[in-house]
């Protein structure tokens, strides 16, 4: 026998955070290893200032779309921020200002010229895009303010948005740049004279100087690229730094414009939207991934940081993150589709019943859908639905794997409660999380397209039991048992088990009457089996207990079954709970009891036991049937 | 009671194509009705052929990854493929003659300047990319051919593979194309004159002329894409046109230069990689997802189809197509996380073997997986199992309802392997489709990385019994006791239920032994239910036949255990097989013998009848935990 005495090394059970030598941890600090000699590039000159960064320094960081952040190397080296804040600038004047105005007065068109040239649009004057510094100090000039100095604190609380905490200035180098940026103002003017800029044009130029002085380390580029890549909130602070629909545009600038005259090259080959900055940063974002931080400060000719690109250009080729690189198609958003009948409900019927479900359950398509719910996998349903709304057949479809949807999505459902109603076939769907984005959609939608067809359920097994009766209440309307209201005799009950007259009153002399109101528990989960249950009237359901307070229903039972019957088998405790679903009469036979009727009549025993063993066979093997068809 | 020959009207059961009136069929209709009217533009007019097109032809057309299309409008009107055919003939070069070589003669930068300029590189001389003329013009040099005829003819060869059907030439368009390029013909001499091209010039120039009038329809542009789209394997035929990891490069020039000058506002607002012709058609891919064509023959002033690009953007704006549109993080990879003996195989075990599973089942966690296998995915599996790892815990991963891995996810699996490895814990993988990914991955793996601590079983439930037996082993190696060679007496299988010997006695006295050789069936799933078994040595597995072929097991048993009860309950036909897994030793007791035995003393059926009552009722409650645990 097992002798469960030897203990083994204690597991230490305390749930800690991730300690900081993941898999992912080793590797770029392995990589940054890997690329440390190379040491080409020149550090950036036309801000004195920025020449006094250490050229060996060098750092990595990655932050996932939900918030965790991986470092490596120099990665709390506090940097100017310069460039890289231009997409966020852009973004916020979209947020303040409308896509419209912004659009006005910058193009959104790759320059194909140096990030320093003035490169106005021949026609329209407006800087090509927001990206170059003619853009940039636009769309500077653009967020709202009384005062410069509000204007720098509103873009400066905003960057601390995106980083999840407040960036301080670099004020040496802002008067470094002020002092020396005779170019921008160049360019600044230039855009006065467009009327794109306001008076004073030394006041925006300010703004503009200060912004690109903020300090940042290379885990706030990470944080900033997730803010980006999760939908504009800030994973790790929760806060949203850029309005949803905004994010879009913000990334679609940085992939056409945001390395310089590198941006082809760059996306070619690394295939991640980013900005790179003169004190030697990189932002990389991957949509809904992640973001990507790097920090090395010599530059290659055309303004980024050798090391930087390098760095994520090898990331994305080890782990595959071009943006384009073989994406998966929606795949198998239907996980299963069957015929009610084939997935019944857990109401326990006659078998009469059961196989009348089974014969006609082809008028009901029922289909478990899982996964996003993006276009494709919506187009995936609307094509396989075709055939049965075509048909006349209903269809229950079951959302509770199914994770998230899209806008997009939603307008497919609308598109297909369309189809089914113009075909006369009744939608149900089951599953849905409450204030989930398809039941907010279906309350809009209620107020102009008729939803009639259209039913909700808490779960599938309701929605199965619903479809069941519906089906059942169709195909004998007026024979069908109404179990609520009508009661059955417990002699009856016993003598369709098999017992003779006689034996069923020895039974119904010992049996004890109970009536339940709706909800009353009429035994409950670890409470001690020492009776068995004949219903008489109304509705049951068994129900397990969960730790996380779920209580999923594993059968019901209606006026003429019986249920508790382990008390005869191997005593114990409740595994479960019997609640009444509706007014019930049970009639209740004690255990003591039984006992001294079975030690007169061995058979009535007997009788009992092959029934409830028969029972429990049958309800085992529909549990295996069940769980054959959620592995699939 | 049910009537079940009242019947309804009949359901079309035919597994039939969906129809052309799918939703998406609808909602395309409607678009072309509701931009109908939109006659803004001019007809292309510098290849005077263009100009003979009807101006008011409009169709569209979808083609899905995996080669469903959707088609409404004039999308069967031939039109040549113009510029179109660039990031074809591009692919084309790089599959013949690497990234490499293309790339020393073509840029991927934007241009800025108009579709027929000449620029080159200041600084190499090389075309800036090949979407402008110079570039695809280069490219088109470097398919390879003995002859003029015959690189044509690999070219036409090509569009047939992504197309799916061989192009035809328009010869008049050709003509007045070779007619009337002077700008192509002075452009070809100047890259000449770089050693771009070589002689003679005209061939080439021909070539290019011919590529360009090859005619396609809007359902050919929507199954390029979807080719594309569907990593370079045409989805309705099957054939591979391009290389998959030439894919992301061809759109990423696409995404760059491929709307002409409107490159950088298109990708802005509709946020699909694409590439319009001087003809009238779009090419639009969204990578994963579909291709989608649309032809209308006014262009505006860039040289793009106007209801083309209004098309285009309303589709991807209603269903939220832009590719940076809200994506969804990777979410929930992990199904269920639980340890042994929370989630148990299907081994029916002694309560003191249950027990001590239970008791120690923490030195194991076993994760379900889910879903898409990709970089972030990865990376949320090893953050949740690096506490795991830290404490010395085994892993258990069951992939069986992972879809799909990317190469990235293969370089993530090889860190998490290693990062076990160096902590002394297995990884037991189940699930895994034979010749996956994964499995492939860990072969050519184990050629450089000890890899005695990964364990690949074929299902969860044999992965868990492993991991049970492994526990148990370790926790009393001396006791276990060996099921496959001991053999046990019929005699105290029955004093194990509660039987008296003389009661014994009676039973051995009818019972016949029977030997069964491994794979042997016992009991036949379908057969009739005659006789109740005692398995006396040796190892049985309960398993149920199904339609697809399966055979899931249900349960296992192993010596000094009783199956096939039903036979003595409720009689009927076995529900599933009883195979041997070993050799085996089976006590078998008929049911007509029984019969006779019950009759002298019906206190051996009760005993009977509580124990299969029992074990039924075990079962049950085990196989409805199952279930709560699959619906999570």
Redo the contacts between chains.
Sequence with gaps: ????T?S??E???Q??R??LH???H??LEKLLDELRDQDDGAMANYIPELAKANPDWFGISIC???G?VYEAGDSDVPFTIQSMSKPLVYGQALDERSVETVMRRV???????AFNSISLHPKTNCP??PMINAGAITVTGLIQGSSEERRFQRIASKFGDFMGRRPELDVSVFESESATGHRNRAIAHMLRNFDLLEDPVEESLNVYFRQCSLLVNCRDLSVIGATLA??GVNPVTGIRALK?RH???V???M???GMY?????W??YA?I?AKSGVSGGIIGVL????GIGVYSPRLDEMGNSVRGVKAITEVSR???????????????VIRTSTFLGQTTSRQVR?A??A??IR??G??VRVMELQ??M???SL??L???T??DI????HLLLDL?LV??M????L??WT??I??AAAAGVRIGLSGLESESRLQQHLAHLADRVDLSHVMVFNDLDSALEWFEDDL?R???PD???DYLSHETALGDMLGNIGLNPTQCGRLEAVAQQHAYAIHEVICEQGARSDRVYFLAKGMVSVR?Q?RSGAS?R?AAFHAGMSFG??A???GGTR??SVIAESTCIVYELELSALEEVFEAE??I??LL??H???D??R???Q??R???A???
Tied chains: 1, 2.
Aim: some cysteine.
């Design positions: 026998m097992m002798n469960s030897i083994l090394p597991i230490n059970l749930k800690s991730p300690s993941t898999p992912l080793v590797y996932t779309a939900d965790e193009g959104v068109e790759p320059s194909g010229e090509l895009n999760n939908s949803d994010v879009p545009l990334l679609s600038v992939t056409s414009c005259d590198f941006a082809g090259s996306f070619y295939g939207p949509p809904g991934r992640l080890k782990f595959g993150l071009h943006l384009f690189n073989s994406p998966f198609a929606a795949g198998s006659p009469s019943e196989r009348a014969q006609h082809q008028r996964g996003d993006r276009f494709s187009e995936l609307q094509r396989d075709q055939a075509d048909a006349g057949r509770r994770r998230r899209d806008s997009g999505s307008q497919m598109l297909i369309r189809a059942l169709k195909l004998a024979t069908t048992t397990l969960t999923p594993l019957e382990l005869l088998i191997d595994s479960s061995p058979e025993k007997i036991l092959t409830f063993a028969s429990l066979a309800r085992l093997r549990a295996n069940e769980i054959a959620l592995v699939g």
